[in-house]
């Protein structure tokens, strides 16, 4: 009877350590470079979100590698606060490759010296689909492609 109070208190011990032992599986990895993007553009770190992109970076809407560096610029530039919000991330990995599709709503606040302030001044929900490619053990963004929520196919912006 000793023993039983004592595996008491064993038992949920051991059942704590079986999430530590959970391997990270490709899925995993790749969600976790589309929120490290999230994070980073919400923080404003260029580099950071550039660390993510893969230098032969292409996309159906003409963008390279500068490309997005510029978008990003740009986009920082204009917004003092930039707000990413994504429900959820569906991912398939095929070998050295991914895709990644999600809705994402991102805002971009003003300065504060007017309504901009308090408002967002864009606002808007869109549609992503995000190639992936393992680079020296890594996921990188390859591509992406994006449209505005609720408009038809192939109306990018």
Same mark, same amino acid.
């Given at each position: 009877m000793?023993?039983?109070?004592?595996?008491?208190?064993? *038992?949920?011990?051991? =059942?704590l350590l079986f999430p530590a032992c959970h391997k990270e599986t490709e899925e995993d990895k790749v969600?976790?470079?589309?929120?490290?993007?999230?994070?980073?553009?919400?923080?404003?770190?260029?580099?950071?979100?550039?660390?993510?992109?893969?230098?032969? @970076?292409?996309?159906?809407? %003409? &963008?390279?590698? &500068? %490309?997005?560096? %510029? =978008? =990003?610029? *740009? @986009?920082?530039?204009r917004h003092q606060k930039i707000s990413v919000y994504m429900p959820n991330i569906d991912i398939i990995v095929k070998g050295e490759k991914a895709v990644a599709v999600f809705q994402a709503i991102l805002t971009g606040k003003g300065t504060g010296e007017d309504a901009g302030g308090i408002l967002p001044e864009a606002l808007g929900a869109y549609n992503f689909e995000v190639l992936l490619a393992k680079e020296d053990g890594s996921w990188k963004v390859t591509s992406a492609k994006w449209e505005r929520a609720g408009e038809g196919a192939g109306q990018t912006q």
């Amino acid at each position: 009877m000793r023993r039983l109070p004592c595996l008491l208190y064993i *038992f949920p011990a051991v =059942l704590l350590l079986f999430p530590a032992c959970h391997k990270e599986t490709e899925e995993d990895k790749v969600k976790k470079v589309i929120t490290s993007v999230q994070q980073a553009a919400e923080e404003k770190k260029i580099k950071t979100v550039l660390d993510h992109i893969s230098k032969s @970076y292409q996309d159906p809407q %003409g &963008n390279d590698y &500068n %490309g997005v560096k %510029g =978008l =990003l610029a *740009f @986009y920082f530039f204009r917004h003092q606060k930039i707000s990413v919000y994504m429900p959820n991330i569906d991912i398939i990995v095929k070998g050295e490759k991914a895709v990644a599709v999600f809705q994402a709503i991102l805002t971009g606040k003003g300065t504060g010296e007017d309504a901009g302030g308090i408002l967002p001044e864009a606002l808007g929900a869109y549609n992503f689909e995000v190639l992936l490619a393992k680079e020296d053990g890594s996921w990188k963004v390859t591509s992406a492609k994006w449209e505005r929520a609720g408009e038809g196919a192939g109306q990018t912006q």
